[in-house]
Structure formats: structure tokens, C-alpha cells
Antibody, heavy 122, light 109 residues
Framework: EVQLVQSGAEVKKPGESLKISCQGS????????IGWVRQKPGRGLEWMGI????????KYGPSFQGQVTISADKSTNTAYLQWASLEASDTAIYYC???????????????WGQGTQVTVSS | SSVLTQDPAVSVTLGQRVRITCQGD??????ATWYQKRPGQAPVLLVY???NRPSGIPDRFSGSSSGNTASLTISGAQAEDEADYYC????????????FGGGTKLTVL
């Protein structure tokens, strides 16, 4: 059974750093892209970026380039999303998702983590 | 980057058909993917490619496309279909990237 299990909720202060995780199981972790999606309170889904754990090729959405770092550890089947210095505006739920469909014309994330709530407040 | 536009809210009477649309230039080149998002739950993949559904997704959900507009149709809406629906597509401006529409809140009356 394919599963993506994310780390637990975090409460941080502005300026602090943070690294959240997403551990995959039940499939070949290195063979599928893993993406990250943000949902701010009361807002829609935003695509942040994606990593291919096989070679750590990473792409970021324009709004997130330079704001976060996506990484992966093949030895533990885990992808990460990290911030060097959090802001209150980073308060959101963050989801990881496996890109199970990846063709020239179509992409789809077929399995999702349960989400990690990140709250940044002084 | 590309923009996908959705109506913020749509309503449907229980058992009736409803169409949720998504407009954007990227849709002329790439297929839309549709997700259902319920409060407190992770998104669920509904439809991708040329109207493909993952196993477990009821066949009342279907997708179609014409020009720069993609549509998700629910034939015979059920109470449990009340949720937010998001379209998603490859970003035509940035190869490997993706973009989401703003989402449509579906109310089942």
C-alpha cells in the first residue's frame, strides 16, 4: 500500500528555522517525483515545488524559489521542506504528494500525505 | 507563470448534474487534472488526462476539454460531493512546474 506520512504540527516564532518531512512507503521512492503544496487558512491550493529523489533534481514554483528548500534522503525514503527564517505568512497546511502520472500531456498526484500544520506566531 | 481561472462557487441540487470549469492558456496544450478537497482532509485525485479516473473514484465524475477550457462534470451529485474542487495543469511557461486554479466551492442543495 502506497503511503506518504508527514511529520506533526509545528508552532514556531518568526525568524526561526523549520524542516518538515514526508516519508514514503509501499513503492519505489526514488522513481517518482514528490511535490509540495501549500494551503493557507481559507485559501486555495498552491503548488510549491517538486523533487525527484532518484537524483535530487528539484524545481520550484516562481513564488517559492529562494523562499524554501526541498530535499530528499533516499536512504530513509523521506522528502523534506525547509525554511531558514519563517514569517507569519508561512502559516499554512503543507501537503506532500507523489506525482504518479507524468506524461507529456498530463500530470497527476495520486497519493498525498495527511498534511502538516505550520503555525508561525510571536 | 500560467493562470487557471475557476468560478469561486457553484451549487447543484441533489441528484442533478453540475459542471465545474477551469480556463487557462496552458489547457490548450496540456490536460487538466482535477482534485477534490474536503475541509480537514488531503486532496483526492479525481480525474486526469483524457478523462481517466483512479480506482475507487465513482464514474459520476468525468472530465472534458475544449480549447482553453477544461470541465469537471458530476452526473448525479451526492451530498458527499460538497467540497472544494481544484483544477491543475502543467505550467506552459515553466516546463516541469504545475499550477492550480483558485478552486470552486461546490454546494449540494
Amino acid at each position: 500500500e502506497v503511503q506518504l506520512v508527514q511529520s506533526g504540527a509545528e508552532v514556531k516564532k518568526p525568524g526561526e528555522s523549520l524542516k518538515i518531512s514526508c516519508q514514503g512507503s509501499g513503492y519505489s521512492f526514488i522513481s517518482y517525483w514528490i511535490g509540495w503544496v501549500r494551503q493557507k487558512p481559507g485559501r486555495g491550493l498552491e503548488w510549491m515545488g517538486i523533487i525527484y529523489p532518484g537524483d535530487s533534481d528539484t524545481k520550484y514554483g516562481p513564488s517559492f524559489q529562494g523562499q524554501v528548500t526541498i530535499s530528499a534522503d533516499k536512504s530513509t525514503n523521506t522528502a523534506y521542506l525547509q525554511w531558514a527564517s519563517l514569517e507569519a505568512s508561512d502559516t499554512a497546511i503543507y501537503y506532500c504528494a507523489r506525482r504518479g502520472v507524468d506524461s507529456i500531456s498530463s500530470r497527476a498526484s495520486d497519493f498525498w500525505g495527511q498534511g502538516t500544520q505550520v503555525t508561525v506566531s510571536s | 507563470s500560467s493562470v487557471l481561472t475557476q468560478d469561486p462557487a457553484v451549487s447543484v441540487t441533489l441528484g442533478q448534474r453540475v459542471r465545474i470549469t477551469c480556463q487557462g492558456d496552458s489547457l490548450r496544450s496540456f490536460s487538466a487534472t482535477w482534485y477534490q478537497k474536503r475541509p480537514g482532509q488531503a486532496p483526492v485525485l479525481l480525474v486526469y488526462g483524457k478523462n481517466n479516473r483512479p480506482s475507487g473514484i465513482p464514474d459520476r465524475f468525468s472530465g472534458s476539454s475544449s480549447g482553453n477550457t477544461a470541465s469537471l462534470t458530476i452526473s448525479g451529485a451526492q451530498a458527499e460531493d460538497e467540497a472544494d474542487y481544484y483544477c491543475n495543469c502543467r505550467d506552459s511557461s515553466y516546463g516541469l512546474l504545475e499550477v492550480f486554479g483558485g478552486g470552486t466551492k461546490l454546494t449540494v442543495l
